[in-house]
Structure formats: C-alpha cells, structure tokens
C-alpha cells in the first residue's frame, strides 16, 4: 500500500514534499498510519539481539505488506543493520518509515546523525521518514538533515512526564511552575499546538530558504542541539552541501 510521495524542493538536505495531498515536513496522527508490526528492542544492546530483531521486522513487515503502509526500521545502534533493515523493507514494497528508538536517539546525538543519514544516502528518492518523541528545539534541526514528518505521539508522551515543550526548551512542570495544576490532557492540548506551530515555523523557513538560520538559532537552545550541528558541519558537509543553493 504505497504512498505517492513527490519532492517539491530542497533546503539544504532538507525537503519540501507531498503526501496524501499534504505538505511535508508534517506532523503524523499514529491512528491515521497504518504501521506494520515489529521486533522492538532497546538502542544499547549486543549485536546478536540486533539481528534477530531485524530478521523478526522483515518477516513481519511483509506478512503485513498489504494491509500496512508505514514501517519500522529497527537496527538498534548498529549502522549496517538499520541500513539492511530499511533496503529489506523497500524490497517487500515499504516506503514510509518509522526510526526507531527515537528517544533514545535524542541522547545519543552521534548515533543520531550517524543513523539518520545513512539512511538517506540509501533510501530511494520516493522513500519518506518519520521520527518518534522528537523534542520541539531538535525538529528543525531534523527537518533540516531530511526528516519527512514527526509522530504526534511526542506531545502524550511529554505530557506523561509533566512536560511542556516549547520551541526553544522542554520545561518540566514539576521544577518551573509555569502552569500550575494543568491537566495532562491539557498539557498534551499545548504540546500538540507547539508542535504544529514548530512546523509552520519549518516551512515558513523552508520556501525562504531559510532553514539553516533556524538551526543556528535552535542550536544555542541546548548542548545537545548545538554539539549535533557541529557533528554534521564536521563530518557531513558533503551531505549538507548536495542539495544547498549558492547565491
């Protein structure tokens, strides 16, 4: 059950698209995906563990090819085995993808661009990616390495955990008492509406050209953000130049 989906442009690695009539970077609602189902396992854990788990996700993704429209691309923190996970997912017919252990990922911003980019430079063109429990300061950032959309299931999972996030920084509500007595459904109601303001901001920057600069500014939000974008300045700046405008 593929997706058409068709690139309009680029900003830098980043890509404007097209999906079910929608514009892309997006946000996905997980009951509107049609995921298929996998063998999960943790971001840290030995090699053999890894493989299986990526053997279990083939086999189930194509048992379920005609039913699911979105998979997961397991691997855990090994780079070869994500990279045979999404090339054996896009052999069955898959391309919509889940990165799994997105949170994890967020920690672990090495593995993150590492793991992200790899993926890109062997996905198919048609191919189009989706990140779990992003934070709202890292989906530029995300947007702009050519991360296609992100799981709505980022503002429950904050709102668990007493969060709020905002464009620029996670606030958790037990230290910053910003909302007093907030329900977590309403929490969750203001994490979702930054969110959608987050991917306003990213195509408003997008069709000006413009998303480095929001990068830039995120990057100063935290470590994390800030050491990510030296990593790909350091060591991916052949990937970031591929697809840049010169003026």
Known sequence: ?????????????????????????????????????????????????????????????????????????????????????????????YNGFIIANGDALLTNFRDLVEVIISLKKEAKKSSYFIFPFAELSFMPILAYMGIDGFLTDAANYYSYLNVLQTPTKAYDLNTYAIYENISQKDLEKKNLENMEFVIKEIHAHMKNRSLRNLVEERSTTTPQNISTLKILDRDYMDYLLEYTQLF
């Open 1 to 93: 059950m593929i997706k058409k989906f068709e690139i309009k442009s680029h900003d830098g690695p980043g890509r404007i698209g097209k999906l079910d009539g929608e514009m892309t970077p997006r946000l996905f609602f997980r009951d509107e995906l049609k995921i298929a189902p996998s063998e999960g396992s943790a971001h840290n854990i030995d090699c053999e563990i890894a493989e299986f788990n990526v053997s279990e996700t083939l086999k189930l993704a194509e048992e379920n090819v005609d039913e699911c429209d979105v998979a997961v691309i397991q691997g855990s923190k090994y780079i070869d085995l994500r990279v045979e996970c999404l090339k054996g997912l896009e052999e069955i017919g």
